[in-house]
């Protein structure tokens, strides 16, 4: 039997991070992450930043206190984080070498299907995951319909709602 959706949600709109420098984010999220500035609405009185990508918007907020933010140097797995699935874990792994940001390697196993994982932060300590678990079953603990994590096809996903708004 399928839960309920008392609140009627559609899908995962954003994130919000507060920055201790929205531009560096900006940076970090547009050119390690990939994601696509997108407009802001000008009727905001704080500086931060709307960028998009694979289907999940990414709100910067700038810190009106920066010196004061508390920062994590050490990454733990088991810590907050956000999670992307990626096509080679490989290549994410050789591109995070060469942009010399730090990072932990995990691994996850269940019922013989294995889940490579990579942890790091953004410029203020928010940890990333990248994994490949496409293959790791979704089983609902109540219900008998299981699926496979695989993502949608986001570049499907993604480039209309892009340019859709890169036209606005």
């Known amino acids: 039997?399928?839960?309920?959706?008392?609140?009627?949600l559609k899908s995962?709109?954003?994130?919000?991070?507060?920055?201790r420098s929205a531009e560096e984010s900006i940076?970090?999220?547009?050119?390690?992450l990939g994601f696509v500035p997108i407009r802001r609405p000008?009727?905001?009185?704080?500086?931060?930043a709307w960028l998009f990508g694979f289907g999940v918007g990414i709100h910067l907020l700038q810190s009106e206190d920066p010196e004061n933010m508390p920062k994590k140097t050490e990454?733990?797995?088991?810590?907050?984080?956000?999670?992307?699935?990626?096509?080679?874990?490989?290549a994410v792994e050789k591109k995070l070498k060469e942009m010399e940001i730090d990072?932990?390697?995990a691994k996850v196993e269940e019922g013989g299907i294995e889940v490579d994982q990579l942890f790091f932060h953004d410029p203020d300590g928010?940890?990333?995951?990248?994994?490949?678990?496409?293959?790791?079953p979704v089983i609902p603990l109540a219900g008998e319909v299981a699926r496979a994590c695989s993502r949608v096809n986001s570049l499907q996903m993604l480039q209309p709602r892009v340019k859709q708004v890169l036209q606005q």
Not at 12 to 19: A, D, K, W
Not at 42 to 48: L, V
Not at 76 to 88: L, M, R, T, V, Y
Request: charged letters at 15%; proline letters at 3%; glycine letters at 6%.
């Open 103 to 105: 990072y932990v390697r």
């Open 42 to 48: 000008g009727s905001f009185d704080f500086d931060g």
């Open 1 to 8: 039997m399928m839960k309920s959706n008392p609140l009627h």
């Open 75 to 90: 990454i733990n797995p088991k810590d907050n984080h956000i999670s992307f699935q990626c096509e080679s874990m490989g």
């Open 126 to 136: 928010f940890m990333i995951e990248i994994c490949n678990c496409d293959s790791l």
């Open 27 to 32: 940076n970090f999220y547009e050119n390690v």
């Open 12 to 19: 995962l709109n954003h994130i919000s991070f507060v920055c």
